[in-house]
């Protein structure tokens, strides 16, 4: 759905609930996720409906995910790093991670 | 005897005034709920839920049973508020936890319930103290810190705002009259009834009951009744909704059936419901991760602070006036727990018009008065 304007950021391996994907040096996680196509990063707590990031500046808490084990991370507000772990979040977090 | 437009003023649509208000209404009573507007500092939009009995009673040992009284009736008034309402309040009694981070504090909590319990006539609240490995049973996740504590299988907690909102439900089924905005100024009683003033106009009743928290100290000496208060602020911090983890509600901290962690209990003398003190969050929140660890990066999604009702002495007080026949005083700390009595044991009193001396005379506001009290 998504396309790149410019690709001037070097190539940056992460990997999302275990399979590997290439982001851009620059690109907060929330946006890998959206350019890889991932249509949703979690589920909510209650409802268990899904959610993708949305308003991409931080306020809306509508792309936490896992990142490298600490869960409630807001995606849109993490740089991606070489070798970053991402999961997305189904329901309730998971106290201790 | 003049027609009052009601048959029973309820003052304060607080959790105390709305349990009482239903059980009026059940015993067939016309019954009006006068509460302030949205600036009044409301109590039962910041307490935290814990339907509790374990340390209850030590200085007054007819408060145990008192307490120990609206726990076992609680089951039954949460599934007749559901079947009234259709709306579930959350009410477990899995028994609960105090937690203590040394030795001293697990000496202390062991003395503080033997001296309870040593009281004459106390009931049996059948509380153990309990080391690590006991406690690590049942709550798995205390961290090393945790020396032990005490358990008591009476204790429980519930839905608060949900307990408010289904209160509210099952008070406007019954048809009584929700009067917001009518802060009431002066009460007197001419022609054999009570004349209510209010910002919004005059209320008549044939009784009044006051439930207005701390507000009842101002308001009991217009019907001859006394309330000394000693108003108290807690703060408390919610974390963000987590899966289940802890099964058994603790003394600072519970898990709540919608998956966020409650942790609170501090007590600053303050009325200022507006503030938090920060020093005292963090606190709260250190003393939560030394009991359970796995807290530690779990993110905080509010903190508030809210007046707590608190009578000089911390029990209930329930009188009523001999000067003012047909006034009554219902007043307490502990409205979430004492809810089932004040809506199936207090509301009926008042409905027939006299207190069961047998039950609440230990609660009369007569034991401030040296000289008088008997």
């Known amino acids: ?97 | 005897m003049a027609a009052s437009d009601y048959d029973v003023a309820v003052v304060g649509g607080g959790l105390v005034g709305v349990a009482t208000a239903w059980g009026l209404a059940r015993e067939g009573c016309k019954v009006a709920v006068l509460d302030e507007g949205d600036r009044a500092v409301r109590a039962s939009r910041g307490n935290f839920a814990l339907v509790w009995v374990q340390s209850k009673g030590l200085g007054l040992a007819p408060y145990a049973g008192w307490t120990l009284r609206s726990s076992n009736a609680w089951t039954g008034f949460a599934q007749t508020l559901k079947e009234e309402t259709g709306l579930d309040v959350c009410f477990q009694r899995p028994g609960g936890f105090h937690l203590a981070l040394s030795e001293r504090e697990l000496e202390a909590r062991a003395n503080t319930l033997k001296r309870l319990h040593n009281q004459p006539g106390v009931v049996d609240y059948k509380t153990e103290i309990l080391d690590h490995a006991q406690i690590a049973r049942m709550l798995p996740d205390i961290g090393p810190e945790v020396v032990g504590g005490s358990y008591c299988p009476f204790d429980g907690h519930v839905n608060s705002l949900r307990l408010f909102r289904t209160l509210h439900t099952a008070i406007n089924a019954r048809g009584v009259s929700y009067l917001p905005s009518h802060r009431v100024e002066t009460i007197d009683r001419q022609g054999g009834e009570f004349r209510l003033t209010t910002e919004k106009g005059p209320v008549r009743a044939a009784k009044v009951a006051l439930a207005a928290g701390n507000a009842n100290m101002r308001l009991a000496p217009m019907v001859g009744l006394l309330a000394p208060m000693k108003p108290e602020r807690g703060q408390i911090v919610v974390t963000e909704r987590l899966r289940p983890f802890l099964h058994y509600p603790v003394t600072t901290l519970r898990q709540t059936d919608e998956g966020t962690v409650m942790i609170g209990d501090s007590k600053e003398e303050s009325t200022d419901p507006t503030g938090l003190t920060l020093g005292v969050s963090a606190t709260e929140a250190e003393r939560a991760v030394r009991q359970f660890p796995l807290l530690a990066n779990v993110n905080v999604v509010r903190t508030w602070s809210a007046i707590r009702v608190m009578t000089k002495d911390g029990f209930p007080i329930y009188d009523e006036s001999e000067t003012h026949p047909g006034a009554f005083t219902v007043c307490c700390h502990s409205g979430v727990t004492l809810a089932a009595n004040h809506a199936l044991t207090i509301a009926p009193m008042i409905a027939r018009g006299a207190l069961d001396k047998s039950l609440v005379a230990p609660f009369s506001a007569r034991r401030f008065h040296v000289q008088e009290a008997g």
Not at chain 1, 15 to 26: H, P
């Open chain 1, 1 to 97: 759905m998504f396309k790149r304007l410019a690709e001037a950021g070097a190539p940056v391996a992460i990997t999302v609930d275990g399979k590997a994907i290439s982001a851009r040096a620059g690109d907060t996680v929330a946006a890998a996720l959206l350019v890889a196509g991932i249509d949703h990063c979690r589920t909510t707590p209650v409802t268990g409906a899904p959610r993708a990031p949305y308003c991409l500046m931080g306020v809306c808490f509508d792309c936490l995910v896992t990142i490298d084990g600490v869960g409630s991370r807001q995606g849109c507000l993490v740089p991606v790093r070489e070798g970053m772990t991402v999961e997305t979040q189904l329901g309730k977090r998971e106290a201790g991670r």
